[in-house]
C-alpha cells in the first residue's frame, strides 16, 4: 500500500490526528514531538487545545479511545506500524510525572514500613509505568492484582520476599 504519495509518517499522523478532532467538533493545534528512550524512538502527538477536559475524559479515557482510533486510521494510510502517543495540552506527560512519584513514594513507604503497599486501582497504561519506575529499585517487587477495572499494583519490600 506504501504511504500517502510519499508523504512521511510524522505527517500523516499530524494531518490524521487533525482531521479527527476536527470531525470530533474539536479545534487545536497539533504538535508532534519525537523522543528517544534508548531503545527506541517515541512519537508524542500533543493537541493543544481550550477544551483539554472533553478531549482527556475522566482518568484519560476519551484520550486512550482517540488514541486508539487515530493510529487505526494512521495504519491504514501508512505501511508503518506507527507507534505514537496522543496527548492534550502535556496531560500525559503531568500525569506520568506525578504516577512516577507516587510510585517512589510508595516504595519507600513499604520499605521503610516493611510491609506491602497496595496502590489504587489503575489503567493498564498507568500499572505499566510503575512496574518499570520501580523495576530500577532493588529493594522493591511490584506485581498486578485483581480483574479488570479493578487491577492494582502491589508494591513488597525484596526483604520481605
Known sequence: M??????????????TVQELIAKMGFKGEIELKTTF????ENVICNIKTNESSFLI???????????HIARLLVRKKTDDKANFVIDVN????DKNSSIVQMAR??????????????????????????????AKNNQ??????????DRKVVIKPAENL
Not at 528512550?37 to 527506541?40: A, I, P, T
Not at 475524559?57 to 488514541?67: F, K, M, P, R
Open 2 to 15: 506504501g504511504n500517502q504519495e510519499g508523504k512521511n509518517t510524522e505527517s500523516i499522523i499530524k494531518e
Open 37 to 40: 528512550d534508548g531503545e527506541k
Open 57 to 67: 475524559g475522566q482518568y484519560g479515557v476519551n484520550l486512550q479511545a482517540i488514541q
Open 90 to 93: 502535556s496531560y500525559r506527560q
Open 140 to 149: 522493591v517487587k511490584t506485581e498486578s492484582i485483581g480483574e479488570g477495572e
Open 105 to 134: 513514594e510508595m516504595a519507600d513507604q513499604a520499605i521503610r514500613e516493611k510491609r506491602v503497599v497496595v496502590l489504587r486501582p489503575m489503567s493498564a497504561y498507568e500499572r505499566r509505568i510503575i512496574h518499570m519506575e520501580l
